[in-house]
């Protein structure tokens, strides 16, 4: 930089710090904090930018000083307090010596608590303790992923030997990604969008991605818990529909197997299908032959759906203060019901077999780039990394939350969770191989089918059928309902706090939630009509793909590592918890992570195959034209946000991106910030100007060698 270019830049400074009024000093921290840069010991060295404006600089010096005092003078271990160096802070010219304030006049906060967060966690809430935000996140990753996809991933990718590429991303993305996000919604009080704003306004497109896949789940996720109501309200019947044949919508081909085993000898007809499955296609879907044909809405679907909405706008209305206690319940009481359902299940002919399916290895498949996809995916798909929601949970815990560590222990709950409702389904899976007397790929499947089709059949086998289908569908939405409502949060935190003003007032977050809730609902009955189920498979499949999580995965690691500053966020991690977290994490982020997802991201395109209803159907052409406009909408966010905001910036291109890649000045400042700017008031100065120790961070977004050149 030359002079002419270095002394512009400095009048700028000086402008906007002499803007500055002495009533305006305790609402405009950041700012005072680059007055005091400039009068650290440089500024007499900045006579055209300074001496211009002597005389307002002197006028307001005083007060300004005593304000600097009360703002910045906190007292350090061993010592009494800080002092003003009279050398330094001075009126430019005359170098009059200014008094100390004194020290009762200097406010108490915790200094490891910087006071704009704590501020701004007044006016959002926060969660009343830590099991809170653990419930609430366990609930959230917790859900339906874990007991109807990874089991059926684990044996169709070579059983046991699947766990090897699991594990591996599972440490190499899956538990960076959690705690960056953890973290990242922690350390910024913000949700899924200003989070990126405050880091890199250049990314902010991420947050808007995430919060586009948020809104996609939500939409069709919740037609799972529309489906589990709709079977509980048929599990108070005595005679479950779903265990015989004598109902309107059996067909000739529908085949009781459990009475039939009684009966010694019997010739199955050649398509024989079983009343669980056809009360699950003929009854509760009411299936059309394609999307073609969309049919009549399920009226009692659609009822059920409403009850759903109900439920879920009840549970998060009141934010953190109401989701907070309601977690309690839905987080626990299914790892109940599972245990109950894998004891039960472990116990029934056939089980044995289904479990050696389930986890014999077959290490020739990890030759298979798709099992190390499938793993991939999983690994996001489970942790609801890349989707917003656990930067919105995060940023409601308090600044000193060992978000680090609780970060870890989720991701190994869910972990352990999936396996063992891997042994659950699958011996439930082997019985009904054993009793129809088919191999076990046959029966084996994922997705609502196994949620659906096995269950049900495993829990009319148990004594009091009605009870156990009560609480197995109970636990089937309170599964959906955590992950539900996670991210109608997500969504509504990042609205919220992108217009704080306008929803941080009475009611107004109450509505939004509302309008929320009306909407989804209304878009949701396309997917309760007879032809719904192909559009809920193309919002499955497309929407929040793998492929778009790992897109996004790519570039918040980036955005992070690279642009932000591994070193700097692992800074502000120490500055919250109190040490450093393991410096593989700091590897995953610059290096491995960001490599394996875009490696994988581009494996996925390339073996990209479209989409098959129960892998017969295939859509029409428009059909999946609505599949990858779903796709795209979320990663198109991102650099479409980067267009968006390079031209509509000021100034020559490197000077656009330069701005846009600085972070705020309204991020919480560490310990070790704060002491540089400390470090000016020095209690053993000398009583002589000296240079001030540079900083590295947003308060003075240029190079400091800049400026002693």
Known sequence: ?????????????????????????????????????????????????????????????????NEVSKVFNHP??????????????????????????????????????????????????????????????????????????????????????????YFIFLFICGI??????????????????????????????????????????????????????????????????????NNTWNTE???????????????????????????????????SPGIEQMGELNWDLALCLLAAWVVCYFCIWKGVKSSGKVVYFTATFPYVMLIVLLIRGVTLPGASQGIKFYLYPDLGRLADPQVWMDAGTQIFFSLLVCQ???????????????????????????????????FAIFSILGFMSYEQNVPISQVAQSGPGLAFIAYPRAVSMMPFPPLWACCFFIMIVLLGLDSQFVCVESLVTAVVDMYPSTFRQKNRRELLILAVAVVSFLIGLVMLTEGGIYVFQLFDYYAASGMCLLFLGFFETVCIAWIYGADRFFDNIEDMIGYRPTRL???????????????????????????KYNNVYVYPWWGYVLGWFLALSSMGCIPLWMIYRICTTKGTLRERILHLT????????????????????????????????????????????????
């Open 1 to 65: 930089m030359d002079p002419v270019e270095a002394n512009q830049i400095r009048t700028a400074l000086a402008s906007k710090a002499f803007e500055l009024q002495p009533s305006s000093f305790p609402a405009n921290r950041s700012k005072v904090a680059l007055v005091i840069f400039l009068f650290s010991g440089k500024a007499l060295d900045w006579a055209p930018a300074t001496w211009e404006r002597q005389a307002p600089v002197c006028e307001n010096f005083h007060s300004f000083t």
């Open 76 to 165: 350090r271990s061993g010592q009494e307090g800080a002092c003003v160096s009279s050398a330094r802070l001075t009126c430019v010219g005359e170098m009059e010596s200014v008094p100390t304030a004194d020290p009762s006049d200097r406010p108490e906060w915790p200094l490891e608590v910087p006071p704009q967060v704590d501020e701004k966690i007044m006016d959002r809430g926060q969660w009343n303790n830590k099991l809170e935000f653990v419930l609430s996140v366990a609930g959230g990753i917790i859900g339906l992923g874990n007991v109807w996809r990874f089991p059926y991933l684990c044996y169709k990718n070579g059983g046991g030997a699947f766990l090897i590429p």
């Open 176 to 245: 960076p990604l959690f705690v960056m996000e953890t973290s990242l919604g922690q350390f910024t009080s913000a949700g899924g969008v200003t989070c990126w704003r405050k880091i890199c306004p250049l990314f902010e497109g991420i947050g808007c991605a995430t919060q586009v896949i948020t809104a996609l789940i939500f939409l069709y996720y919740i037609i799972i818990l529309a489906w589990a109501i709709f079977y509980l309200r048929f599990s108070f019947y005595w005679d479950l529909p779903w265990s015989s044949c």
């Open 253 to 287: 081909t529908c085949v009781d197997f459990q009475r039939r085993n009684y009966t010694g000898n019997y010739t199955y007809p050649e398509n024989a299908t079983s009343p669980v499955t056809e009360f699950w296609e003929r009854r509760a879907l009411r299936i």
């Open 388 to 422: 917003g929601c656990l930067t919105a949970l995060g940023s409601y815990n308090k600044y000193n939350n060992n978000c680090y560590r609780d970060s870890v222990a989720l991701c190994f709950l869910n972990c352990g969770t999936s396996f063992i409702a891997g």
């Open 585 to 611: 994490i700091k590897f995953c982020w610059l290096y491995f992570t960001p490599v394996t997802c875009f490696g994988t991201f581009a494996f996925s395109i390339i073996k990209y195959s479209p989409l």
């Open 662 to 709: 600085k972070p705020s000045i309204d991020l919480p400042k560490t310990n070790k910030e704060k002491d540089k700017l400390l470090a000016i008031f020095d209690p053993s100065c000398d009583g002589h100007p000296q240079q001030a120790l540079p900083t590295n961070d947003s308060y003075l977004q240029v190079s400091m060698k800049e400026f002693y050149h």
